[in-house]
Every structure is written in C-alpha cells, then in structure tokens.
C-alpha cells in the first residue's frame, strides 16, 4: 500500500548544482501536487498538474521545474540550485481538485 | 487575496479532553473547500476533514469535526477526548476553484498541539 513515493529523502547541494526529485503515486491520481514547507510558513504550491503531459504554476514557481510524463509520476527539477531553495519538499496526489491530497513523507534539501 | 488565519501558534490540552482549533478564512468566491491536515513530529502530512461551502453539515471523521461557520468565516477543528498520539502540528488549508494562475490552496502557518498525561 505504497500511496505516494518520495524519491530521495534527504539530499545535500551545493549552490549552482542541478537535482530531480522524483514523486510517484500508485493510486491513478489525475492531479499531483508539489509544496515546499519552511518553518514557520505551512506549505507553499510550488507546481501542480491536471493530468498527463500538464503541469501549471502554483504560487512560488521561480526556480523550479516540473514534468509529468506518465501519469503515476511527477517530476520536480532544480536547474542551478540556491540557498532560498533549502526546505522540506512534499509531493501529493489527488483524484480530483475538490478531493483530499495524500502526501508523500516529503524530501529534506539542503543548499550550500 | 484569499488567506487563511491559524492564531494559535500552541496549544496545550489535558489527555481524554476536548480541544478547539482555530481557523479563519477569507474569500470572496462562494465556492470553496477547507481541509485539516495533521503533521506529527515524524514531518508526513495527515488528511483529516473536509469541509465544502456549500456542504450544509459540519463534517466530521471519528474523534474529529469541524465546527464550520460560514458568516464568520471559520472553519475550527474539534478534537474530542484528546489522545498523546494526537500531539502534532496542524494544518488549515483553503482551496479556491480555477486552474492555472487562478488555482489556490492556501495552508495557514499551522498550530503545535501538545497533549498532556
């Protein structure tokens, strides 16, 4: 009873280096979101997407990257990766909008 | 702009007690939907209860329920008979219908709930 998948748990950068966190969900979710939660703030829409092939802007989309290939997965890239960038990443997925999101364990990134 | 309000940074409450968690919103689309999510010190994230504005119940699941009041715009979570497993952060959240630039969910800056033995 997987759910969702958060690929890799911790990770440690420097500045300037690209990674991809990979999210997975084994439930035919149509919609996959990502967060990024700091202290003190709750969670923050990163990006998200409607469906295979789709992927929209969430509220702080700058910096970050996503794509969504297969339907069970949900790609969240980092290009040229930055201190501001260091939190805790969550993944989640949802039948539909108006329906509850299921959250992966989330992926703790360092910067340096 | 649409915001969600959590006032309480901690709370504290006896074991088997009840506890009232405070949440606010603010919108001005009739339609929307509010969710309590719950975050233990292992860092996942618990769906608990939903809440639609047009639902004409509050919602509730087990030892939980909303205490939804839609002229003033919140949307409390009660937890009856308090457990120690219920210590954790928790999370309101709002969604807004629309996609692309006019989709929204919004998550309030979470309140730590302690249960005391």
């Known amino acids: 009873n997987a759910g969702v998948t958060q690929t890799p748990k911790f990770r440690v950068l420097k500045t300037g280096q690209s990674m991809t966190l990979l999210c997975a969900q084994d439930?035919?979710?149509?919609?996959m979101y990502w967060y990024r939660q700091d202290p003190g703030m709750g969670l923050r829409l990163i990006h998200y997407?409607?469906?295979?092939?789709?992927?929209a802007k969430g509220e702080v989309p700058d910096g970050y990257n996503v794509s969504r290939l297969k339907k069970q997965n949900f790609l969240l890239g980092l290009e040229s990766a930055a201190p501001s960038q260091t939190s805790v990443y969550f993944c989640?997925?949802?039948?539909?909008?108006?329906?509850?999101?299921?959250f992966g364990d989330g992926t703790r990134l360092s910067i340096l | 702009a649409q915001k969600i309000t959590q006032t309480q940074p901690g709370m504290f409450v006896q074991e088997k007690e009840a506890v009232t968690l405070d949440c606010t919103y603010d919108?001005?689309?009739?339609?929307?939907?509010l969710f309590w999510y719950k975050q233990p010190s292992s860092g996942e994230m618990i769906f608990l209860i939903y809440?639609?504005?047009?639902?004409?119940q509050n919602a509730t699941e087990g030892r939980y329920s909303l205490n939804f009041q839609k002229a003033r715009k919140s949307a409390n979570l009660v937890i009856s008979a308090s457990q120690l497993g219920d210590s954790a952060m928790y999370f309101c959240?709002?969604?807004?219908?629309?996609?692309?630039?006019?989709?929204?969910?919004?998550f309030g800056k979470g309140t730590l709930l302690t249960v005391n033995p």
């Open positions: 989640a997925s949802s039948y539909r909008q108006n329906q509850p999101q299921h």
């Open positions: 997407s409607v469906g295979e092939g789709t992927t």
């Open positions: 959240a709002m969604r807004l219908p629309g996609l692309g630039s006019n989709y929204k969910l919004t």
């Open positions: 919108t001005s689309d009739p339609s929307y939907g």
């Open positions: 439930m035919n979710h149509e919609y």
């Open positions: 809440q639609g504005s047009y639902d004409q």
